[in-house]
């Protein structure tokens, strides 16, 4: 009997995002980390700034007799991009960028049909909600994009 989803769906989101082509030039922590500002581009899967949790999870039984429990978590992510000019527009598109391709290996599609199961580990997984920051620092320019990737498990 598994007790939660939650740590198989962030291993296998993490492993998703590191195998994404387009994310090559990314640096993706499991976690939060140092500030490293030789890595422009940086996805943080399990924390946000200034959040409480890493994961939200709630759970509930799924039907009469007690049996199977299904389970709602929202996994906390972070896109940064930085730069040493003051472009903010070029980090702003560079941080949505990175997100579409987080919401793209997400979406089912005909040759990735499974993709919103989280490599089986839910029933299913969608970007569901993010917040913009933005601002200059002594390093340039810094644009962060906060998303949440909810899931939907079942228990047996």
């Known amino acids: 009997m598994v007790t939660s989803r939650v740590p ?3 291993a296998a989101l993490l492993d998703i995002l590191r195998a994404a082509p387009s ?10 980390t140092a500030v490293n500002h030789t890595d422009l ?13 890493a994961v939200a999870l709630q759970q509930d039984f799924n039907a009469a007799g007690a049996r199977t429990r299904d389970e709602s978590f929202t996994i906390a992510c972070y896109v940064e991009s930085r730069s040493g000019d003051t472009d903010m527009a070029a980090r702003r598109e560079r ?3 990175i997100v579409a391709v987080v919401e793209d290996a997400l979406r089912a599609t005909n040759a990735a049909p499974t993709a919103p ?3 089986g580990t839910v029933l299913w997984a969608h970007l569901t909600a993010g917040d913009l920051y933005q601002q ?15 899931c939907f498990a079942r228990l047996n």
């Open 8 to 10: 198989a769906a962030v």
């Open 117 to 119: 199961t989280l490599n």
């Open 136 to 150: 200059q620092s002594a390093n340039g320019a810094v644009v962060g994009l906060d998303f949440q990737v909810s």
């Open 95 to 97: 941080a949505f960028e």
């Open 23 to 32: 994310l090559a030039e990314v640096h993706i922590e499991d976690g939060p």
């Open 41 to 53: 581009d940086r996805i943080y899967v399990g924390w946000q700034p200034n959040a409480d949790a």
